[in-house]
């Protein structure tokens, strides 16, 4: 393809396969645990790192990236305190993130300039650096979900009964919390900051519907990322649209159609299970009765 002549797309279509499948299993996660939002959450944070670095002259990534995870470790120690009601801490964390961002941006005006990039994604934006700290959260991530896949199996589940049976829980979620900060922060490049969560949770949302198992809905969920973006970044350099909303768009897409599908294949069940308990209804109403 013509496309993949050219660098920039190379490294796009590269960073953004990478991206869609930790991505994906992350949401798989996040879904399962109630914490669908802490994506959207951590990819405000990182925009306030984003803003920091731009103000003290540093890399906005590398700012963007430290920000959000700190923030992810911050979200696991407010969600201690309020354990009732731990959604708290996404509301506490967002805030900040958010209103640091805008003061850092009012403080210097040029800052404004630079920062569509990483509001709605470019494919011109993953450079080199970008492109290797993407290999190495895909590294880490990939290590951490195949280490603790058990633990992380009971901790979603049951927190309760993991901590019972001796996990470290606490530890366990501060180490999913820092991967996940680190993969949001990673996906800026790709689909921007304002649709990170596109990118995490609506391929497990719908794997989730649609899964038959656990595993298998990761397996789904990672399969769909991978279709979304490819399917985005060719769409998003034919027609000249910004690749964030384009693969967020196909996205949705995706699951409107696979949750309309599944629905209409269980309609179809039930209407075949009718006619075939007609069927062996109707020849024995026909018998003649006894009295007869």
Known sequence: M??????????????????????SVLGVYLM???????????????????????????????????????????????RRSYKTYSEISVAIIMVG?????????????SINKGFSAYLF??????????LFLMFAVAIIGGTFFFVFRRPLYQITFDEDTAKTSGLPVSWISLGFSVVTGM?????MPIVGVLLVS??????????????????????IAMGIGLLGVFSG????????????????????????AGISLKKALV???????????????????????LSE
């Open 183 to 187: 993969i949001v922060s990673a996906a």
């Open 198 to 219: 596109a990118l995490v949770v609506l391929p497990a949302a719908l794997a989730i519907r649609i899964a038959s198992s656990f595993y298998s809905a990761i397996l």
């Open 233 to 256: 970044l060719t769409a998003s350099y034919q027609l000249s649209t910004p690749p964030g909303g384009t693969i967020a768009l196909l996205l949705l897409f995706f699951l409107i």
């Open 97 to 109: 993130g958010l209103s640091t961002a805008v003061v850092l941006m009012n403080l210097n005006q």
């Open 32 to 78: 399962l645990r109630r914490q669908a939002l802490m994506a959207d959450m951590l990819s405000h944070v990182s925009l306030a790192g984003v803003a920091g670095g731009a103000y003290l002259h540093m890399n906005p990534t590398i700012t963007g990236f430290v920000v959000a995870t700190l923030g992810a470790v911050a979200v696991e120690y407010v």
């Open 121 to 130: 994604g470019s494919v011109v934006a993953v450079n080199q650096t970008e």
């Open 2 to 23: 013509e496309m993949l002549h050219y660098d920039f797309m190379q490294r796009a279509f590269c960073a953004g396969g990478l991206i869609a499948l930790l991505a």
């Open 267 to 289: 309609k179809l069940g039930k209407v075949r299970n009718s006619k075939s308990l007609e069927g062996e209804v109707a020849p024995i109403n026909s018998m003649p009765s």
